[in-house]
């Protein structure tokens, strides 16, 4: 059979190639599982179904679980995040050729429609010759919605109707469903039962796992490996450290020295917004809800007042919340001229594009894809990145590889842990034992030239913990 796929152009399948080549250097930790499970093939059996961003990143880690001998179907985890070269190069695969490609079916292109985007996660969960996947890698748990929402209308025996204030998306996935359950009353039940777990990449992803199984309604046991030290304390920093500015520049090119930049959010990824803002010499405002985080900000030396207070000084407005509404369109109204707004969080809520889209009177106009300007009634605009969706995906490449490295290692241990442990691992949601977080940086260490001090005997059983670690307690922070 031939390979199932849809991606934008096979023809840039050599340039993904080439990129990913110098991506695999950069990304020690993937190219060292490879080397420690290459002959093992611990995922034999597995089929996977990935739902997360496809980028050249993504192509190392793609490549890495099909090394360790899983088989593999992806979807993009957002509409504007695929680099189409990098699609292209994982369709035909590295003995493939573009006449005949013998890579890995991927459904995924930069500029999907929300029907199209659907449509992908669902091929990407159709197995040609089984009910589904046994595992699940997702990242924001759109894959795992979809399966979990079949399984419950299933059950029902209806899908609802969308209610009025339900977001397009929500229809677009109700429509899917009812579809679906008119063919089969029990394809999402066949399918969620073969799951063995999901592994789920995000925060955003995370609270969804968790909110499931506070409610009874999870299906299948999740690891966590967002909160992999080595995840979240890397990539939600460190990368949007590098890709929020990435993004900004390669939107707008608008100088980010000596402007007032807000900060909407300051956990992980919003301290490594503020870090980068204020590296290129922007000054930095944040806002929080948590006592905690807005002390951070203030000791690190950030104003940390509110949005409504200071939006009427700021020329870059940047969400990093995981929240909904966090800008609304009263704050746009009253944003300066040719004010700058985006969201590096996982979701397009953290703006209220349906609210700015129903200003009376409002004119959109695209500056090039991704880059609107938005005019209000009395003439001041705002430009919006990415029409509220991640910014450093869609405007830029995201993360670079580096980072990257340090959470698909966590991925790809989390898949060997769920698939080749499953009885370890009952229903819940869980993280990463400490000793593989420390392996994930250890694998990473003699890139950047790190020399780390060993522990005497004497110094361990002083400190009370073995001399090759874990080296800190669960509940320490980092
Ligand atoms: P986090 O939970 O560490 O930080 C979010 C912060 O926002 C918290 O401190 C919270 O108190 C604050 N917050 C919530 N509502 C707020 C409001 N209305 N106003 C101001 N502050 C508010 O989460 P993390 O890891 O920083 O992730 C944030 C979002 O970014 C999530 O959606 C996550 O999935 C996404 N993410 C995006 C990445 C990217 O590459 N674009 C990478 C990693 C995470």
Redesign the pocket.
Known sequence: MSLDFKVADLSLADFGRREIRLAEHEMPGLMAMRAEYGDSKPLTGARITGSLHMTVQTAVLIETLVALGAQVRWASCNIFSTQDHAAAAIAVGPDGTVEAPAGVPVFAWKGETLEEYWWCTEQALTWPDAPGPNMILDD?GDATLLVHKGVEYEKAGVVPEPADDDPEEWRVVLGLLKRSLAESQSRWTALAQEIKGVTEE????VHRLYEMMRDGALLFPGINV?DSVTK?KF??KY??RH?LIDGINRATDVLIGGKVAVV???????KGCAESLRGQGARVVV????PI?ALQAAMDGYEVTTLDDVIERADIVIT????RD?ITADHLARAKHQAIVGN????DNEIDMAGLAAVPGIVRTEIKPQVHEWTFPDGHTVIVLSEGR?L??GNAT??PSFVMSNSFTNQVLAQIELFTKTADYPLGVYTLPKHLDEKVARLHLDALGVKLTQLTPAQASYLGIPAEGPYKSEHYRY
């Not at 995000?202 to 992803?205: I, K, N, P, Q």
């Not at 990093?320 to 929240?323: E, F, K, L, S």
């Open positions: 924001g995000t925060t955003t992803g967002n979240s990539d939600n990368g949007c890709s909407c959010g300051y956990g992980d990824v919003g806002t929080e809800i948590d985080c990093a919340t995981g929240n966090v590096i969080g996982h979701f991640l450093n995906l995201g993360h």
